[in-house]
């Protein structure tokens, strides 16, 4: 099976995450995460994030982060400070979380670094940054979730950390184009690249 790490589409295949603190449609999914972004954060809806996964222990937390493009709706202290509440949450309560980091790679690092978490228990889905990045990442146990617009060396990333995996971040609802963007992400990763997938996503979500 290719597992895709990162989709807004639930099929049997994918991590079905949400951002706007509504429940994912998790028993259609390979594993469901509800999350809350920077440019949809009110007290309500985080308040809302927290009681759906309080509700349903089976359910991630995903995907939540920071984001430079959306600091004139929360500015980037406010979305530090959130996110770091989210992740005490999600981490008290054992849950996995995909993260979303748009042009904040320094305070999202240095957030990781001050975590205790479990490892291989944080995913940093569409990850688009340097070997350098990734290799730090590595050290933390942090997953790294490779989309359809990383245009990089997905070979140099592998080798800084072999926690790295695809996705396809499908935000449609056609199962047929779903499963094409999720087969031409797997060719872009190493033949039989299957079976490692399959094995961090078991260290992912506890199996
Ligand atoms: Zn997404």
Redesign the pocket.
Known sequence: MLIDF?S?FSSPDSVV?T?DASAPDRDSALLGCTGLLPDKWTVQGQQQLFSVLERDPRLQMG?VGLDRRFESILPMDRQITILKQELEFAIHRERSISL?CVRATKPMVDILKELDFRPCSILW?GFTGSPETARELAKLNVILSIGPRFNGNIEAILQANPYTVPET?YEGSESLEHQKILESQYRRFPEDYQDQAEKVFCLFCHQ
Do not use: F
Request: charged share 25%; with cysteine.
């Open positions: 990162h807004h995450c951002a995907e979303h889905h971040d």
